[in-house]
């Protein structure tokens, strides 16, 4: 679903707004609005929907290392020796780190362990690995990455709406409306607030089912209802 269409819909559905009007206030407000649904539902998403992989070039006698800059919290590094996978350890403590693990005069070696060292001056998150690369190598790693796109507006207006899988884009729509009707203190805001709250219980329910067990892929008879 484009922003587009959900704006027309909200506005539909309201009785408020020209759906042939971009530039109103109405469109406006209606942005914010499916802006802060947009977050309700980012933040209740499992945390797949923000995986990403990347790599670093690991040179020679070279420790610290920046990360890509949409990396929000990085999950695992590892490379690899005469086709055997490596991982690095994470190390939570700097005191640690720089006590028992890290020293700039030890042998070089393939690194073990590494350090998340902050960020520089771009605000890119860093890596501090030990013992200092021997050799050169190529460091896959997978992290969580950041929104691409924080607030939507006209220039994504015909744009699908990022970040959130399509399976869900109802959702924001019922929450963009229901925060839109609170603005005015329509009468149908608890209808609509109701069910935004709903959708958001079922998503959490849906996202997170366990489709492991051959239970979830068994299809049962139709069973019909009498009254």
């Not at 609005?33 to 539902?41: A, F, G, M, P, Y």
């Not at 693990?101 to 998340?116: G, L, N």
Request: hydrophobic residues 35%; charged residues 25%; proline residues 4%.
């Amino acid at each position: 679903m484009t922003l587009q269409t959900a704006v027309n819909i909200i506005k539909e559905l309201s009785h408020k707004g020209d759906v042939g009007n971009t530039s109103d206030d109405v469109t406006q407000q209606i942005y914010d609005c499916i802006n802060l649904c947009r977050r309700d539902v980012v933040t209740r998403l499992p945390k797949r929907y923000l995986r990403k992989t990347d790599v670093i070039n690991i040179v020679k006698g070279t420790t610290s290392y920046t990360l890509a800059s949409d990396v929000q919290k990085p999950v695992l590094f590892r490379y690899t020796v005469d086709s055997t996978e490596r991982f690095l350890t994470k190390v939570d403590s700097e005191q640690e780190f720089y006590r028992h693990v890290y020293s700039a005069s030890a042998t070089q070696a393939d690194p073990t362990e590494y350090f998340e060292a902050g960020v520089d001056s771009s605000v890119n998150q860093q890596i501090i690995v030990s013992p200092t690369p021997s050799t050169a190598r190529t460091l896959n790693y997978t992290y969580l990455k950041t929104w691409a796109v924080d607030e939507l507006g006209s220039a994504q207006l015909t744009s699908n709406i990022p970040q959130i899988p399509i399976h869900l884009h109802n959702i924001i729509v019922k929450g963009g409306l229901a925060y839109f009707l609170q603005m005015y203190s329509d009468p149908q805001l608890q209808l609509f607030m109701r069910q935004y709250r709903d959708d958001l219980d079922f998503m959490d329910s849906y996202e997170n089912e366990s489709t492991d067990e051959a239970r979830q892929w068994r299809l049962y008879p139709l069973k019909l209802k009498t009254f």
